[in-house]
């Protein structure tokens, strides 16, 4: 059971927008601390998408972007790509924990 | 360029030991908090440990904790694990990833190792 909550699935088809939702608590993402969000393309590494809730790391297209609200974040993408298909992480820090913590991962099938 | 290479990945036993390396460049490696974060097969990410730049702050993972020791030679650019008392469900992908900031607590994973496999089985 993963700290930060997310949906284990979610789809859309070439062009549709979607998004990708993290739940945390008041010991993490609702105490204030930073969202991340990391994209895992099968079998490689997972790579930096999103960065203190809502900012694009060089060469993320715009076409990603975060928010962050209470004790929630969350990730859209809008036209979607077969290339967007992968799996995507959450990632913050707790306090009670004393670590960090990620999400469970979404996995986006690109239908 | 950034690069992170782990290396020390192996087929060990349970209750067995073993030492995971990760080699930087590309960067001040001094600069920089490291952590470890694994994946077992075909499951989620997991942050296992983190440590400052200068080591004067480390955390772990309750699952690793009195089990693994993070550590890190600034002179020689490397980031270690030492892991022991393996258990199977520590069977996974170790990644070595940088931080963006000097303390492990705070930043984000800018920069991804491609892993090296650790599999307990008798």
């Known amino acids: 059971q993963s700290v930060l909550t997310q949906p284990p699935s979610v789809s859309g088809a070439p062009g549709q927008r979607v998004t990708i939702s993290c739940t945390g608590s008041s010991s993490n993402i609702g105490a204030g601390y930073d969202v991340h969000w990391y994209q895992q393309l099968p079998g490689t590494a997972p790579k930096l998408l999103i960065y203190a809730n809502s900012n694009r790391p060089s060469g993320v297209p715009d076409r990603f972007s975060g928010s962050k609200s209470g004790t929630s974040a969350s990730l859209a993408i809008t036209g979607l790509q077969a290339e967007d298909e992968a799996d995507y992480y959450c990632q913050s820090y707790d306090s009670s924990l004393r670590g960090r913590v990620f999400g469970g991962g979404t996995k986006l099938t690109v239908l | 360029e950034v690069q992170l290479v782990e290396s020390g990945g192996n087929l060990v036993q349970p209750g067995r030991s073993l030492r995971l390396s990760c080699a930087a460049s590309?960067?001040?490696?001094?600069?920089?908090?490291m952590h470890w974060v694994r994946q077992a097969p075909g499951k989620g990410l997991e942050w296992v440990s983190g440590i400052s730049w200068n080591s004067g702050s480390i955390g772990y993972a309750g699952s690793v904790k009195g089990r693994f020791t993070i550590s890190r030679d600034n002179a020689k650019n490397s980031l270690y694990l030492q892991m022991n008392s393996l258990r199977a469900e520590d069977m996974a992908f170790y990644f070595c990833a940088k931080d963006t900031r000097i303390g492990y607590t705070s930043g984000h994973f800018d920069y991804w190792g491609q892993g090296t496999l650790v599999t307990v089985s008798s």
């Open positions: 590309g960067f001040t490696f001094a600069d920089y908090a």
